[in-house]
Antibody
Framework: QVQLQESGPGLVKPSGTLSLTCVVS?????????WSWVRQPPGKGLEWIGE???????IYKPSLKSRITISIDEFKNQFSLQLSSATAADTAVYYC??????????????WGQGTLVTVSS | DIQMTQSPPTLSASVGDRVTITCRAS??????LAWYQQKPGKAPKLLIY???SLQSGVPSRFSGSGSGTEFTLTISSLQPDDFATYYC?????????FGQGTKVEIK
């Protein structure tokens, strides 16, 4: 059974960097899937923010491109998110998810349980 | 970017009702559309992919249809476990986008 587990600080100061890690079990992160981050502000809908392939290739949402970095560690079977210059607008539950499908067309079949990150002083 | 619009935003229904949720795309996404169910405090759960393919383990009362710009999710007979928020997602082209959600409430 594929499982994803997010971890990281739940509180980030404004202008700081939000950093999260997603550990994958039950599947190799080096396989033929892409690995995504999706966030959900409190009481609002879902927003895809970026994804990575085990080769290191990344695709980011344009509105976040200047602030976001997604990286991968094949040895630890995990991938990470960094979002710099955080503001209150980045307060959200952050989910990691497995992208599955065909080339450049992925839906999300496995999700982590989500972790709430609050940006506040 | 492709905008996804769901209707209605909220739906009140009773156990046993047939429920239909609509999702419209601002441009064609072919059949590259997925549906998710989300309960409070939980991660989304994949129900349908490629517009009409049922994810393994999902009850057959859930079905999807459509192509191009208009899609529907149907629950043939609403069960107590189905009261939740439902989201559509297009994955035809970057950057993936979700509808704003449809909350199915108890009538």
């Amino acid at each position: 059974q594929v499982q994803l587990q997010e971890s990281g600080p739940g509180l980030v100061k404004p202008s700081g960097t939000l950093s999260l890690t997603c550990v994958v079990s039950g599947d190799s992160i080096s396989g033929n899937n892409w690995w995504s981050w999706v966030r959900q502000p409190p009481g609002k809908g879902l927003e895809w923010i970026g994804e990575i392939y085990h080769s290191g290739s990344t695709i980011y949402k344009p509105s976040l491109k200047s602030r976001i970095t997604i990286s991968i560690d094949e040895f630890k079977n995990q991938f990470s998110l960094q979002l710099s210059s955080a503001t209150a607008a980045d307060t959200a539950v952050y989910y990691c998810a497995r992208g599955h499908g065909t080339y450049r067309r992925y839906y999300f079949d496995y999700w982590g349980q989500g972790t709430l990150v609050t940006v506040s002083s | 970017d492709i905008q996804m619009t769901q209707s209605p935003p909220t739906l009140s229904a009773s156990v046993g009702d047939r429920v239909t949720i609509t999702c419209r795309a601002s441009q064609s996404v072919s059949r590259w559309l997925a549906w998710y169910q989300q309960k409070p405090g939980k991660a989304p759960k994949l129900l349908i992919y490629e517009a009409s393919s049922l994810q393994s383990g999902v009850p057959s009362r859930f079905s999807g249809s459509g192509s191009g710009t208009e899609f529907t999710l149907t629950i043939s007979s609403l069960q107590p476990d189905d009261f939740a928020t439902y989201y559509c997602q297009q994955y035809n082209s970057y950057f993936y986008s979700f509808g704003q959600g449809t909350k199915v409430e108890i009538k």
